[in-house]
């Protein structure tokens, strides 16, 4: 255990401890919780510049409210979801798959199709840009919210195949042996031996890939143009442009748009950081 | 028909298994990138037809100033974002305690690394909003006024860096906490009676066991500071002039507002290459010293 | 800590105080998790230049106890002193011990010179310094010629020497060694053993030795401690805790194969005699230590080894078990036989069933399923009372010429 762990007994120390790490804790949120308390602050406490004052008002209820109803945000975020659900499912299929194939096959190849995997994922976005655009414009997709989950799934496949294949790489070799006496298909060892034991794996890469592909901002601003299609992200910056001072709902919608993967994380927290270092650490 | 599948069935399965995701990769991903490179040699805007002008683009930008703010903004972002794993690690350090309720903590520390980038740009925004942000009001609590920054040409990168620095610092922290904890006991055990303590124990027992650990967070916070865009599009849009902008967002504007394609590729290209340049420079670097025997 | 000296070099400077001062002392070592109790009322007094074995099941105890020692694992109550010095409150680092662990816990990043001249660097030490002591160890291990090389180059039992280097240059007033033998291969580590018994012997250091292998701990032990559960069973040298086992458990743990138990009832109690009888065992008679009498009626545990059974054909002057044999174990030197007797049934043995095990020091020419019959000498019998707590019988007399290392 490192740094020394506090002893159990040494009361005085664990109490100066606890209220060291609390401090920098509110320190650290400070930015957010500006924002939250923003969020209750009443219009009529904004126009009139008392913001940090005590309060004539609370109106979390009318702020909160007032997104849904006075902005696209409730179809901004059902947008969201329409996006990155059936994209999450994509990419754990197709990797799962891919990473199958790469783990348990040899041939050759095989490590110069991993690597594009992996270095694929160091491209910056912006490199892509022009032809996928280009891409979904030709298709008759551009501004749709199917663009979105084309490209999503393509470019989250290849962190999640590295990931995935690690994974299955790390199972033993004599399950496999023993499927393959028992005459099993490839696809049957996929579907009855691999994704139960994967399940973890999975989990861990569900919740990632939800984060990563529901706080995407760039994808969104160049492939959709209409509000019907865009994602809470790039509604919300739309939404800054709006209401420009409005810092009340603007707070309000920051908040609607953080709390998916908040929640989620919450939720799931252990195989979040568990997926953020499997794929890491492990290597 | 069958037999034919049964006599190539050994190979001829996971080889349809691995093309969809393969296929969808290469076309979207890797084609893309390649085409991208193709398109810098043209003058477009995008719905006529493509000119050949070879080089032409990367002439024209070698004499654009607005590249070389973007490439000094670039640097500033990638020397600022170095500050992520010493911070991520420090507060890892100050976390690794088996306390009841260290968890919850742990995890609140983590929350900016969920946020959105979009949303942690809004948050500094109005942080830094004068008159009435956070920084505004803790610059009144001293008796002075707080600095326009996101207004301010010399100051706003340093400004927005430091918006992006509180998701980055919260992932290193995440990579140390794994790495922390699969320190070898024996090996602290052995520091502690050869007498090590505090930073020495640090120095010479703890961080070397952290060197894989090290080498991501460093190679992500890399690869993260060269790629910025959201935080600049969503809090300055490259503002005031163009003076926070970086080589991700020029190659944006360029190219969705300006409508000049093959211009915007030609950012991107650089772009590519400054990236792969590094990484390659670095992998090298690491590899040759796993072989020294590190 | 004082000014004017370190710990590393805190030795005693007359003949009588040395003497006069123990190198290990613990004092009523308690440890508690919460409701767990780790160590129970550990007392144990170590002169200089002892080798002391901490023997014992998975789980009693030993390791922990050697890591408090150590200074790595902190203690609910007690008092630790070191060369006359307490060193409860002490850091690992200021105690004048150093360990060599399980599994070595070299720097993989530093060469061997510099992993084993670490802790005299931490400590400030001029560079010459390092460098001679360094230099003394290496050539103690032979291993001078890989002070330049990692440690990730080298053999598992040169790691095991650098590991062993590494105390030795810190001079300490004890070595702790937490089973350092254990990741091993079989014949390299009977080759350690003789080693390090060597080693005791060159540099008649006090040594405090951790592992669950008793070959190790008969092998090497000036005395040896046995531990159950966190509490100490006893201690004594090696033969004396074979021959004279203060109790059921220690019985049962020093020898290979095991003792042999058996249920018995105390019949009568004269003088200092006992006559004792199971069913399938023709009854015989101990002799009791001064002080302990089990009462007539009262339940005892009989103790006999294998090598202490005879096969008797038709000796009658002997108690006498007869059985069938069910299985035999040749191996060369000796041979073993698994003997089903009856009514007569062996509790809590070795192989699992009621089985005698008796070792034959020879080749026999005796077949499975053959009947048998065995004879035992009232004087190589052990009887515990009390639940096994006691050994009642009276002591028997080691006839040995080992000395005890390091004394002056």
């Not at chain 1, 059936?86 to 040899?106: D, E, K, N, Q």
């Not at chain 1, 979040?272 to 270092?277: K, Y």
């Amino acid at each position: 255990m490192y740094p020394r762990p506090v002893p159990e007994t040494a009361h005085a120390s664990r109490r100066l401890y606890m209220t060291l790490v609390g401090a920098i804790l509110i320190i650290w949120l400070a930015p957010l919780f500006a924002v939250i308390l923003t969020s209750f602050r009443s219009m009529a406490d904004v126009m009139s510049g008392n913001l940090w004052g005590w309060p004539t008002e609370i109106a979390v209820v009318e702020n909160y409210t007032a997104v849904f109803t006075q902005t696209p945000m409730a179809g901004y975020f059902l947008n969201s979801l329409v996006i990155t659900i059936p994209s999450v499912i994509g990419v754990l299929s197709l990797s799962t798959l891919a990473g199958f194939v790469l783990a348990r096959y040899r041939f050759p190849g095989n490590m110069l199709i991993f690597a594009l995997f992996v270095g694929g994922n160091f491209l910056p976005h912006q490199i892509m840009m022009i032809p996928v655009r280009d891409l979904m414009v030709r298709l008759n997709l551009y501004d749709t919210t199917t663009a979105l989950i084309i490209f999503h799934v393509a470019f989250q496949t290849g962190f999640a195949t590295l990931f995935m294949r690690n994974f299955i790489a790390a199972l033993p070799d004599e399950l496999f042996q023993a499927a393959r006496a028992e005459g099993a298909t490839p696809f049957q060892t996929l579907i009855h031996v691999v994704v139960p034991l994967v399940r973890p794996a999975l989990a861990a890469l569900a919740i990632l890939l939800f984060t990563f592909i529901w706080n995407d901002y760039f994808w969104a601003v160049v492939l959709t143009v209409s509000d019907n299609v865009k994602p809470v992200t790039a509604g919300l910056a739309n939404l800054r442009g709006e209401w420009v001072s409005a810092w009340n709902l603007i707070s309000a919608g920051t908040i609607i748009v953080a709390v998916p993967p908040v929640v989620m994380f919450f939720l799931m927290q252990k195989h979040f950081i568990a997926g953020l270092t499997m794929g890491a650490v492990k290597g | 028909m069958t037999s034919l599948w049964r006599r190539h069935r050994w190979w001829l399965t996971p080889t349809l298994l691995i093309l969809p995701g393969a296929i969808l990769f290469a076309v979207v991903i890797l084609a893309s990138s390649v085409q991208s490179l193709w398109i810098s040699l043209h003058d477009w805007d995008g719905f006529g037809p493509m000119i050949w002008i070879g080089l032409g683009n990367y002439r024209e930008l070698i004499n654009d100033p607005q590249f070389y703010v973007s490439l000094k903004n670039n640097l500033i972002w990638l020397v600022m974002f170095m500050l992520a794993p010493p911070i991520g690690l420090a507060i890892a350090l100050l976390v690794n305690q088996k306390i009841k309720g260290m968890r919850v903590v742990k995890s609140m520390f983590f929350i900016p690394l969920v946020l959105a980038s979009v949303a942690v740009g809004v948050v500094f925004t109005w942080v830094y909003t004068p008159e009435f942000g956070l920084l505004a009001l803790i610059f009144r609590a001293f008796g002075a006024n707080a600095p326009a920054l996101l207004s301010d040409e010399h100051l706003v990168t340093f400004a927005i860096v430091i918006a992006a620095l509180w998701p980055q610092i919260a992932f290193c922290m995440v990579l140390y906490l794994a790495g922390l904890n699969n320190l070898s006991e024996e090996l602290v055990g052995a520091g502690r009676v050869d007498g090590a303590r505090g930073w020495n124990m640090l120095r010479h027992i703890v961080l070397p066991q952290l060197t894989q650990v090290t080498f991501i967070a460093i190679a992500v916070t890399v690869v993260g500071a060269l790629r910025s865009f959201d935080m600049i599009s969503v809090m300055t849009r490259g503002g005031p002039f163009g003076s926070s902008s970086v080589l991700a967002y020029q190659m944006f504007e360029q190219s969705i507002f300006s409508y000049r394609f093959g211009y915007g590729a030609a950012i991107a290209s650089v772009l590519f290459v400054i990236m792969a340049v590094f990484i390659t420079w670095y992998l090298t670097r690491i590899i040759r010293a796993e072989e020294r025997g590190a | 800590m004082t000014a004017a000296s370190s710990p590393i070099h805190a030795k005693p400077r007359n003949q009588n105080e040395r003497n006069a001062m123990k190198s290990l002392e613990l004092h009523r070592i308690e440890k508690s998790y919460g409701a767990y109790h780790a160590l129970r009322g550990i007392d144990l007094s170590v002169e200089e230049g002892e080798f002391i074995v901490m023997v014992g099941p998975s789980g009693c105890g030993k390791s922990t106890l050697l890591k408090t020692i150590a200074g790595l694992e902190t203690i609910s109550s007690g008092q630790i002193l070191i060369s006359g010095r307490n060193v409860t409150k002490e850091e690992p680092g200021d105690r004048g011990i150093a360990m060599v662990f399980q599994s070595y816990a070299l720097y993989p990043h530093m060469t061997v010179a510099e992993n084993m001249g670490f802790g005299l660097r931490m400590a400030k030490r001029p560079k010459e310094e390092i460098d001679a002591a360094v230099a003394r160890a290496a050539k103690i291990l032979r291993i001078t010629d890989q002070l330049d090389k990692r440690p990730k180059q080298l053999s598992g039992g040169q790691r095991q020497r650098v590991a062993i280097g590494r105390a030795i240059t810190r001079s300490p007033d004890v070595f702790l060694f937490d089973e350092p033998l254990s990741n091993l291969d079989a014949a390299l580590r009977t080759q350690m053993r003789v080693e390090l018994s060597g080693l005791h012997a060159e540099l008649g250091a006090t040594m405090i030795y951790v592992t669950h292998d008793q070959v190790e701990a008969m092998t090497m032990a000036s005395r040896i401690v046995v531990l159950n559960r966190g509490a100490i069973e006893q201690v004594g040298s090696p033969l004396d805790l074979y021959r004279n086992p203060a109790n059921l458990f220690v019985a049962g743990f020093l020898g290979a194969p095991r003792m042999n138990f058996f249920d018995v009832t105390v019949d009568s109690v004269s003088g200092a005699t006992a006559a004792i009888s199971a069913p399938g065992l023709a009854p015989m008679t101990v002799s009791l230590a001064d002080g302990v009498a089990p009462k007539p009626g009262d339940r005892a545990t009989l103790g006999i080894r294998p090598e202490n059974i005879r096969l008797s054909p038709d000796d009658t002057t002997r108690a006498a078990i007869s059985g069938k044999v069910r299985l035999v174990e040749h191996l060369g030197r000796e041979t073993i036989l698994y003997v089903d007797a009856g009514a007569l049934q062996c509790v809590s043995s070795e192989s699992g069933t009621g089985n005698v095990t008796v070792q034959i020091g020879q080749v026999t020419p005796t077949a499975a399923d053959a009947p048998v019959s065995l004879s035992i000498d009232p004087h190589d019998a052990y009887l515990f009372a009390g639940d096994g707590q006691r050994t009642v019988t009276v002591r028997k007399t080691i006839h040995t010429n080992r000395t005890k290392v390091g004394t002056i």
